[in-house]
Antibody, heavy 123, light 106 residues
Framework: EVQLEESGGRLVQPGGSLRLSCAASGFTFSSFQMNWVRQAPGKGPEWISY????????YYKDSVKGRFTISRDNAKKSLYLQMTNLRVDDTAVYYC????????????????WGQGTLVSVSS | DVQLTQSPSSLSASVGDRVTITCQASQDISNSLNWYQQKPGKVPKLLIYDASNLEEGVPSRFSGSGSETDFTFTISSLQPEDIGTYYCQQYDDLPPDFGPGTKVDL
């Protein structure tokens, strides 16, 4: 079964840092683009970051650029999101999400989502 | 950035009704448009990709159409389990943003 499982979310103070992890199983992780998508309470999903299958290309939403870093370890079948200088408006459920097509060189639909991990930023 | 507008923002319908949601893009995105369903308390689920392709395992009462800037999502016969919020998403260009959503209830 194809699965994604996030971990690492917790309550953190403004200005703090956090590292999220996502463990993949049931598919050839190294062949797929991966993304982080977040959803603030009562709001719609918001894409925040992308990484290519090899890890050579990364993209970020402007609101997190310079503060968040996406990375992956294909040998460990894991995706990461390092978050620094966290703000109150970063409070959200963070989802690890797979791009649908194997070996894709362009953006593609998000077909597999994890259950999410909650990040709360508050003093 | 490509802006997406959805209408209506919410709707109430009866079981068996035909439900239609529209999504308009601020620029030509070809057919790079997806539709997701999010049931209350659940994770978003891909229903339609590339504007009109039904994701594997998704019931055939769901369909999509359109291209360039104007897209339509249809539930041909609304079922109780279809209650939730529906989002369009473009992936023609970065950032691959979602629309504001359409809440569907009975």
């Amino acid at each position: 079964e194809v699965q994604l499982e996030e971990s690492g979310g917790r309550l953190v103070q403004p200005g703090g840092s956090l590292r999220l992890s996502c463990a993949a199983s049931g598919f050839t992780f190294s062949s797929f683009q991966m993304n982080w998508v977040r959803q603030a309470p009562g709001k719609g999903p918001e894409w925040i970051s992308y990484i290519s299958d090899s890890g050579s290309d990364t993209y970020y939403k402007d609101s997190v650029k310079g503060r968040f870093t996406i990375s992956r370890d294909n040998a460990k079948k894991s995706l990461y999101l390092q978050m620094t200088n966290l703000r109150v408006d970063d409070t959200a459920v963070y989802y690890c999400v797979r791009g649908k097509l194997e070996m894709a060189t362009i953006l593609n639909p998000f077909d597999v989502w994890g259950q999410g991990t909650l990040v709360s930023v508050s003093s | 950035d490509v802006q997406l507008t959805q209408s209506p923002s919410s709707l109430s319908a009866s079981v068996g009704d035909r439900v239609t949601i529209t999504c308009q893009a601020s620029q030509d995105i070809s057919n790079s448009l997806n539709w997701y369903q999010q049931k209350p308390g659940k994770v978003p689920k891909l229903l339609i990709y590339d504007a009109s392709n039904l994701e594997e395992g998704v019931p055939s009462r769901f369909s999509g159409s359109g291209s360039e800037t104007d897209f339509t999502f249809t539930i041909s016969s609304l079922q109780p389990e279809d209650i939730g919020t529906y989002y369009c998403q473009q992936y023609d260009d970065l950032p691959p943003d979602f629309g504001p959503g359409t809440k569907v209830d009975l």
